[in-house]
């Protein structure tokens, strides 16, 4: 029985191991990513990171299919904030921050309607959901201990944004020593120009923080190592 199955990437092949390996999609939620949402409030394009959609649907429903880890995070902070750091609230200066009510309930608060995860990537019961307050994944929150737990060695990462949220968890789980594989149609900026460098930023200098690639890789690497089992 294969333990892993390469597939094609940039800067080189990844090589693919199922058993030791999560899918990890960050922070789509609707006040990213729906029309009238908060994204929207702040003048962003939100149709430039919707096209991330439908390939992660795919790619989530494969995934589930081979009975592998998924793991969900949302940016967001406690109803009464007090993890909500000084400087981030009062950074932008723009007339509606964290905490304020906004089109969808407080904005990036947990509970709120718009802090929730849109319904086409909806999590499944059993599927580790990551309440974090930074941009990265991994700072105040228990995923790393979730992944040791799981033997997980590689981490698949898609969701938005692609230069901040996305960037950000990649590097720290580059310092704690994760493989990470990013998914160029599964991820999404407003701004199209930081996705594609955000992207190049980690397969630079042979890999730096990790490898890029696309969701239909990632299935069709899938199936192969499902029908060799
Ligand atoms: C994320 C942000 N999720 N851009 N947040 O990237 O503020």
Redesign the pocket.
Known sequence: MPTAVDLAAEPYEFTLAPNNCALLI??MQRD?LEPGGFGEMLGNDVSQLRGAIEPNRKLLAAWRAAGLSVLHTR?GHRPDLADLPPAKKVRGRSAASIGDAGPMGRILVRGEAGHDIIPELYPAPGEPVIDKPG?GAFHATDLHAILQHRDVKQLVVTG??TE???NTTVREANDRGYDCLVLEDCCGSYDPEFHAMGLRMIKAQGGIFGWVSSSESVIEALAAWRSAR
């Open positions: 960050i922070d990213f940016e941009k938005v944004t901040v949220c996305v």
